[in-house]
């Protein structure tokens, strides 16, 4: 009985020392910061998932990934499949690595050369999209200094 005594005082001896060595006005603060639980229901209830905020992306890059989305969608839109999954992965690759989804666009853009297109209309418009990806690309490159390369 007497160690419980002794013990019980031990505790309330270094309980008051730490009171003393925090101070009166942090101790309230202290106090005031611990957060109250509304009640035993809401320990119950899920928790609303966290929102993942996107890490913002380089207006270059962002321009590439529009290009390279437009005309994936119009190689889809006339039977390119093959070829608009590939831009696709690569423009997915962009948002983990983003110099390999660089190199992979480079590659899938020199195969849509081998493209080719009956209507002259449909020509023109492939075209004009693969030198907007090709220019979008070729300036996130000089952007991130990964390649020396000439103009054509």
Avoid: C
Wanted: no cysteine.
């Amino acid at each position: 009985m007497l160690d419980a005594i002794v013990g019980f005082v031990v505790v309330l001896l270094v309980g008051a020392g730490i009171l003393v060595m925090i101070g009166p006005r942090s101790l309230v603060q202290r106090l005031k910061s611990v957060p109250r639980f509304s009640g035993v229901p809401s320990l119950f209830e899920p928790r609303r998932p966290r929102e993942l905020v996107a890490p913002t992306l380089n207006p270059k890059t962002q321009r590439v990934l529009v290009a390279a989305a437009r005309l994936a969608n119009w190689m889809r839109a006339h039977g390119h499949e093959d070829v608009a999954r590939d831009i696709r992965n690569a423009a997915a690759r962009i948002a983990g690595n983003e110099p390999a989804g660089l190199y992979a666009l480079q590659t899938t853009l020199r195969r849509i050369r081998v493209v080719n297109i009956t209507d002259s209309s449909s020509q023109e418009r492939l075209k004009t999209l693969v030198s907007e990806l090709r220019t979008a690309v070729q300036d996130r490159f000089e952007q991130l200094e990964l390649l020396p390369f000439r103009r054509p």
